[in-house]
């Protein structure tokens, strides 16, 4: 139970696509108690974390917010590799999400308020960013936050002349232990807001400060971090969200004074969702997220239905198939090379990285080689001074 009397602060642990949780959760805060938005003295934030904390300090719209989140979700479902698929650019979709949302003077509101999470690249240590010279300076520090080896790219974006990757890889959850820390996670464990677990277990394992269960039920919010699930699984991880955070409302409303459950229908409206035949296995709660997430799932299941869809879409897409079967491939390698196109501008840059990183990595073991030769003369002219010295 936090004070109120006192400076408190809040955390976001990275969680990628999980980040509507998020949103779901926020809804509810600023809903039913927004002065524990208002009066956080810092918003940290890792990864998508970092995001959702450059969201609340700067105020931006959450629809608009669900909306871009619901983009990205769907352009990675195009495709058969999901956001693997090397037309899909999850870091180029972002920045210009950031770019068209973040207001020009972004950088002054953020600046001693919101905190982002780095992991620096050449040591591999932590970096909490909280003071930003300008617009993009804030826009590259949460572009290296969210960047995941590999899953993003290969080359780590820079951020003032130093290259960093996400900062889930040094801290996951800045400041968590810090009295007065309100910590948000979207996978069940010991955070402040999290799920909750459907049955009791003892088990939990901790990466890099947030402490996840082992169950089914965290295994597939994990996968969903990096494989979006269908809108309609998206909407009840955001109605979770909402649910979760009322929660945490409701038990620490000794110093809270909020609304009680269902109180008004005016301000709370119960709603049933159902949408050609998609049907919410629980009330939906989370209202100012209704109608972009009843759009995208329009989108995903046209009004002619899921099976009419399916007997139209797939036998045009397995006849074009038959027809040219090296379509696939080539359609893949066109991707490829368009992202190679672009990357061209910095292969000077990035080669030059990963020259200077071999090189480290030479010296390092070089290194290592002669400090183990040293040993062994050492030791072997021990040897032979205690040999000498004997009788």
């Not at 993009?136 to 290259?163: H, K, M, Q, W």
């Not at 007065?180 to 677990?197: K, L, M, Q």
């Amino acid at each position: 139970m936090f004070d109120l009397k006192k400076d408190w602060s809040i955390s976001f642990a990275g969680c990628g696509f999980m980040g509507i949780y998020y949103l779901g959760a926020i809804s509810c805060i600023l809903e039913r108690f927004p002065r524990f938005i208002e009066g956080a003295s810092k918003i940290y934030g890792c990864s998508a974390g970092a995001l959702m904390a450059a969201i609340l300090t700067l105020g931006i719209p959450l629809d608009k917010c669900c909306s871009d989140l619901m983009f990205m979700a769907k352009e990675a479902r195009k495709h058969r590799l999901g956001p693997l698929h090397p037309a899909y650019n999850l870091m180029q979709i972002v920045q210009d999400s950031l770019l068209a949302s973040l207001p020009e003077d972004a950088h002054v509101r953020a600046s001693g308020r919101l905190c982002v999470s780095l992991t620096r690249v050449p040591d591999g240590k932590n970096l909490i960013v909280s003071e930003f010279s300008s617009r993009n300076d804030l826009i590259e520090a949460l572009i290296c936050s969210c960047f995941v080896p590999l899953y993003c790219g290969v080359i780590p974006p820079t951020y003032r002349g130093v290259r960093y990757v996400d900062g889930a890889a040094s801290d996951n959850l800045p400041r968590c232990n810090e009295n007065n820390t309100v910590t948000f996670s979207a996978y069940a464990g010991e955070s402040d807001i999290c799920p909750r677990g459907s049955i009791l277990n003892f088990h939990e394992v901790r990466f890099n400060n947030v402490s996840i269960q082992v169950n089914s039920e965290n295994v597939y919010r994990v996968t969903s971090t990096f494989f979006p699930p269908a809108p309609e699984a998206m909407a009840e991880i955001c109605n979770s969200g909402y649910m979760d955070a009322l929660r945490f409302l409701k038990e620490n409303s000794k110093n809270i004074i909020c609304l009680s459950y269902l109180k008004n229908n005016n301000l709370h409206v119960s709603w049933y969702y159902k949408l050609n035949a998609i049907k919410l296995s629980n009330v939906f709660f989370c209202t100012v997220f209704l109608s972009v997430l009843c759009e995208a799932c329009r989108e995903t299941h046209p009004a002619g239905g899921l099976l009419s869809h399916m007997t139209e879409y797939l036998p045009k897409k397995v006849t074009s198939y038959l027809q040219n079967p090296r379509a696939l491939p080539v359609e893949s390698a066109r991707s490829l090379a368009q992202r190679l196109v672009g990357w061209i501008p910095d292969v000077p840059k990035g080669m030059s990285w990963f020259y200077g990183r071999a090189g480290d990595g030479n010296k390092e073991a070089l290194k290592d080689n002669m400090d183990q030769s040293d040993r062994y003369v050492v030791s072997s002219l021990q040897l032979f001074i205690n040999t000498q010295a004997e009788p």
